[in-house]
């Protein structure tokens, strides 16, 4: 194992990264797979990052779905295989009639956390309109929430277990575009492939909620590259592909949506 005070100096969850160094001294030790609560996107990409260095570890991210934002890790020595089956995950329905009181995202993980979950507990909340949510949580938590999530915003909400059949998410779309711009601004090209104008992008990344290799960017003239993964809640996701300069000398930018 390397030394603690090595890797954690590029991370930027030092707690976190910290907890993921001790659960793979764990793994090492004891040869069990060792899972992790769930991690956003930003987290994982830094354990990952963090769990290579680490020769004798290899870990499997999964959320319930393939494309799944929140995710639970399984670490393990690198001779014990691994996969999603391994991850204990809940799926609950929380349902109820939201036709008069629409609630988004944020209520239902509002009123998840209002009943004293931690954040790290719940995983992807999937809203289904006016007909409620689904929830991914840590599976020792789904019986205290049948019983204690109740209502959400003024709408009473009866919550309970779902078979993983009744899954309700689509595959994301996909869509390919190009555009050329001046310049590399994060507010040009994000408005581009998003569709949307410069003025109401440049609004998003002003109020945080434009999220740069998952990092919230609130700089609009933030200089993407190659590579770079823009995401927007609500509205999908932009990954940045080839980039060359025309004979204009202005950015001719590969893009892909996802939505």
Do not use: C
């Not at 354990?47 to 004798?56: G, H, S, Y």
């Not at 929140?70 to 799926?91: C, G, N």
């Amino acid at each position: 194992m390397l030394p603690k005070n090595d890797p954690l100096k590029t991370t930027d969850h030092h707690d976190g990264s910290a907890r993921i160094l001790e659960q793979a001294e764990q793994a090492i030790k004891t040869w069990d797979v060792v899972i992790t609560d769930f991690l956003s996107p930003l987290e994982q990409a830094e354990a990952a990052a963090l769990l290579q260095r680490l020769t004798d570890v290899h870990s499997l991210a999964w959320g319930g779905y393939p494309q799944a934002e929140r995710q639970r890790l399984a670490i393990a020595r690198t001779d014990i295989p691994l996969d999603p089956s391994q991850i204990p995950l809940s799926l609950l329905t929380v349902g109820g009639n939201f036709m008069f009181d629409p609630a988004n995202h944020q209520d239902f993980l509002g009123a998840l956390l209002g009943t004293g979950l931690q954040r790290q507990k719940v995983g992807d909340i999937i809203v289904l309109g006016e007909r409620g949510a689904q929830v991914i949580v840590v599976p020792e938590l789904a019986e205290f929430l049948t019983e204690s999530l109740t209502q959400v915003r003024s709408v009473p909400v009866k919550t309970q277990p779902l078979d993983w059949d009744q899954l309700r998410v689509r595959a994301p779309q996909k869509k390919d575009l190009t555009t050329v711009e001046a310049s590399l601004r994060l507010d040009a090209v994000a408005s581009a492939g998003f569709g949307m104008s410069r003025s109401k992008m440049a609004d998003l990344i002003t109020s945080g909620d434009v999220r740069v290799n998952w990092k919230p960017i609130t700089q609009a003239s933030h200089t993407l590259a190659s590579g770079d993964l823009i995401a927007i809640r609500g509205k999908g996701r932009l990954e940045v592909g080839e980039i060359a300069v025309t004979k204009k000398e202005r950015y001719r930018v590969g893009l892909t949506r996802y939505s």
